[in-house]
């Protein structure tokens, strides 16, 4: 008889100590005596926060999946590689070489050896999207003292900052404010909120601030000196200021969606913050590593980030918090080794297709003509190494052995 209620007594100690990190345990059964007057009730329940009502007065009908905010990162980069094809140039050869160097620098924390030209386009303008909407989260509040104010264009900082110091403060109550600011801003049907004019004024702000954020992409360095030149009354450069206009819709729109449906605190993860070996489980290939055999990709060193992962930290999806979330994975271009094995060639940096440079047939018949490791930066560069250093120091490391000089 001692045994047993040794052993009942520590099942319900247990139970009462987990209790507050379950989200999703089952309401406890009223112990209030019928003496207990109602504001002796209150108190008590006062006296024992409940995070778990906080979470889920927010969830249920929301109206956002996981499979669509997927969808919705798989569309717009398909956009964005469908505007660096229509409207950049196709190489850097007719860049001069300061330029080159800005355009690697611009790119801090990415590494770039293959295929330079055409993926770093892309990186350019995912790079610009997200730390536009993702690292400036508050930008389409307003901060007006009143409905017939004037804006406040310092507002969107302010709270920034505001957060910060919350995170720094207590981190699981600051991804819980940031969720529901977010959440109550933006309501798009009666299951989210009973009054929808406050997200559809959100809404109209974000629009009408596309036309001006699209400018800036454009007008940005270093993409401005990738553009093709293009009449300015013609009916193509019309066309690609639409186009950019759509990408930052696309991406403001998932910012908002991702905001909602997972809190915390968004984080970009450029080469530093990846393993320096590809593992096929926590990130995707980029197109251009697509060959058979993809086994010899594995645990290969990475070359190339050209999406850079993107997480919430302490992020409250699935009642959770405490947990990183990866809402879109890294984007990357490791190093090919035929037949598994590492490549025994010398290899020169940034390679203009040379011989050299080039893998031998005998090492694998799937590789084409062009140079696997090589940039179209032309011979008009005249100390290509330079250039591979700069990029280099950029990121604060020293060439990988593979790029530097025999």
């Known amino acids: 008889m001692g045994l047993e209620w ?42 024992e926060p409940d995070e778990s009502g906080i979470l889920e007065c927010g969830f249920g009908g929301w109206s956002c999946e996981g499979d669509d905010l997927d969808d919705a990162q798989a569309y717009l980069e398909c956009l964005i590689c469908t505007w660096a094809a229509d409207y950049t140039i196709s190489n850097f050869n007719s860049l001069p070489a300061d330029r080159i160097r800005g355009l690697i620098a611009s790119v801090k924390d990415y590494c770039a050896v293959k295929r330079f030209s055409q993926m770093l386009k892309q990186l350019i303008v995912i790079k610009a999207i997200y730390e536009r909407f993702h690292e400036q989260p508050f930008a389409y509040l307003d901060g007006k003292k009143g409905s017939g104010e004037a804006d406040d264009p310092e507002f969107a900082q302010k709270l920034q900052y505001l957060f910060k110091r919350f995170y720094e403060t207590n981190p699981r109550y600051a991804v819980l404010w940031k969720f529901h600011t977010q959440r109550l801003a933006n309501p798009a049907t009666h299951a989210d909120a009973p009054n929808l004019e406050f997200g559809k004024y959100h809404a109209d702000r974000r629009e009408q601030a596309l036309g001006n954020y699209a400018d800036e992409l454009l007008d940005s360095q270093p993409l401005c000196w990738l553009l093709k030149e293009l009449p300015v009354t013609s009916d193509q450069s019309e066309r690609r200021r639409e186009a950019p206009t759509n990408l930052l819709r696309e991406g403001c729109e998932l910012m908002i969606k991702w905001e909602m449906m997972y809190g915390g605190r968004p984080t970009l993860h450029g080469l530093a913050g990846l393993p320096d070996v590809y593992d096929k489980k926590s990130m995707k290939l980029d197109a251009s590593a697509c060959r058979p055999n993809p086994e010899y990709w594995d645990q290969a060193p990475i070359l190339l980030v050209t999406l850079s992962r993107l997480s919430y930290d302490n992020s409250i999806l699935h009642q959770r918090i405490g947990k990183v979330h990866v809402a879109a994975q890294a984007h990357v271009v490791p190093e090919f080794r035929p037949h598994g094995k590492p490549r025994m060639v010398e290899r020169k940096p940034l390679g203009t297709g040379t011989e050299s440079n ?49």
Request: proline share 7%.
């Open 358 to 406: 080039t893998p031998g047939r005998d090492e694998d018949s799937h590789i084409g003509d062009e140079s696997d490791y090589g940039s179209e930066v032309g011979n008009e560069v005249e100390d290509q190494s330079d250039i591979v250093d700069a990029f280099f120091r950029a990121q604060g490391i020293s060439p990988p052995a593979c790029l530097r000089h025999s």
């Open 6 to 47: 040794m052993v009942f007594t520590g099942i319900q100690t247990y139970q009462v100590l987990l209790s507050p990190l379950l989200p999703d345990r089952k309401q406890k059964k009223s112990t209030t005596s019928p003496e207990k007057s109602a504001s002796e009730e209150c108190a008590s329940e006062e006296s």
